[in-house]
């Protein structure tokens, strides 16, 4: 039971990924970034099916040099843990957890107008940019970029 007294039950669904990226537990979404209970399962499944498409294709080009070196799974292009996580897999999961909810938050506030929403709406904007902000962050560390901006020369 939360503090809410709403009872804490956690999504059972698993969406597959592309084979390479692993695959990615709904529960962990909820209990990771305290999605509400109000979301419905469609809604979180659906929005993240779309954070995995999107952080899949920002890692496209760097997906393929893992690959040309042998890997055939995240799994495999580093050693490096926390705890006992990979580290590439848990800033996957961050990229793809912090883009599913800022997406959920935009939906949620656009669907939704009670008071609650309104509160949302005017608050949202920076949780958005935060979520987002974050999974960029992920994408990057996985790209090999440690910085938050970056230069190249065209």
């Known amino acids: ?13 698993e969406i597959t990924n592309d084979g390479f990226y692993p695959d990615i537990k ?5 209990r990771f970034y305290r999605v ?3 979301y419905k399962s469609d809604v979180i499944e659906h929005h993240t099916r779309l954070a995995i498409s999107d952080c899949n ?6 997906k393929a040099e893992w690959v040309a070196l042998g890997h055939t799974m995240l799994e495999q292009v580093d050693a490096a843990m926390i705890g006992d ?17 800022g997406l959920l938050v935009m939906a949620f506030a656009t669907l939704n107008r009670r008071e609650q929403a ?22 990057r ?14």
């Open 1 to 13: 039971m939360s503090f809410t007294g709403k009872p804490d039950t956690f999504l059972n669904t």
């Open 26 to 30: 709904l529960g962990e979404l909820q």
């Open 36 to 38: 509400p209970a109000e």
């Open 57 to 62: 294709a920002q890692l496209a080009v760097k």
């Open 85 to 101: 996580e990979l580290t590439k897999v848990e800033q996957y999961k961050r990229a793809v957890f912090c883009r599913a909810m």
């Open 118 to 139: 309104e509160n949302l709406a005017k608050e949202g904007d920076d949780t958005i940019q935060y979520h987002l902000a974050q999974s960029g962050r992920a994408i």
């Open 141 to 154: 560390r996985l790209l090999g970029l440690t910085e938050n901006v970056s230069v190249e020369l065209l």
